[in-house]
């Protein structure tokens, strides 16, 4: 058991009986009127948000939950299956997945959460490398300052394509390294 002062920003707790992840932590007040924590949560079961405020005192059961390394297999709507080493499958629901749906690629290997014995939601690389499909060719003589543009890159499933911003020296085919946390162009990797 922790008190609320001691949870930060991505611990997993138990609120009322349900898993819930600490995504932002607001704290009000004084050390002589004591202190309260509004914390904006997910439930990791539903992933539905939830906001709080928690006295400084108040106590939580911190859960650490289990992760496996998988690859992703295939797509039967609406289930991502995933396999691990042993050829357990693993079935995750595409709105738990969150942004990681984005990413998927056949054989893509990443880390399966687990909360009490069922896969919850997958963790991918911090960084991952990928074809843009499809860009606009670069505008001539738009080139001052940090000029972006979109780019589709390649994933698993075609409902599921994704844009993120580009340079304008980017153009289809090439590959390149994208911040999963953050969804945004690092580099583009030569071969």
């Known amino acids: 058991m922790k008190f609320a002062k001691e949870i930060r920003v991505g611990n997993i707790i138990m609120v009322d009986g349900k898993p819930?992840?600490?995504l932002r932590s607001d704290v009000n007040g004084s050390s002589r009127t004591g202190f309260t924590y509004k914390w904006k949560m997910k439930n990791l079961?539903?992933?539905s948000p939830q906001e709080n405020v928690f006295r400084g005192d108040d106590k939580f059961d911190v859960v650490v939950l289990d992760k496996k390394p998988v690859t992703y297999s295939y797509f039967a709507d609406p289930l991502f299956v995933?396999?691990?080493?042993?050829?357990?499958q693993?079935?995750?629901e595409a709105e738990n997945l969150g942004e990681?749906?984005?990413?998927?690629?056949d054989g893509m290997?990443?880390?399966?959460v687990f909360y009490d014995g069922k896969a919850i939601s997958v963790e991918l690389p911090t960084t991952?490398?990928?074809q843009v499909i499809y860009s606009e060719p670069a505008v001539k003589g738009n080139t001052s300052g940090n000029v972006l543009k979109e780019a589709k890159i390649e994933n698993a499933i075609?409902?599921?394509t994704f844009t993120i911003q580009v340079p304008l020296f980017v153009s289809q085919d090439d590959m390149i390294e994208i911040d999963t946390r953050t969804n945004e162009y690092k580099k583009t990797v030569r071969n």
Do not use: G, H, P, Q
């Open 20 to 22: 819930m992840i600490v």
């Open 45 to 47: 079961l539903t992933n």
């Open 82 to 88: 995933f396999m691990d080493e042993e050829y357990n």
């Open 90 to 92: 693993y079935e995750i």
């Open 100 to 105: 990681a749906v984005n990413y998927l690629k």
């Open 109 to 112: 290997e990443c880390e399966a």
């Open 128 to 130: 991952i490398v990928r």
């Open 158 to 160: 075609e409902a599921y």
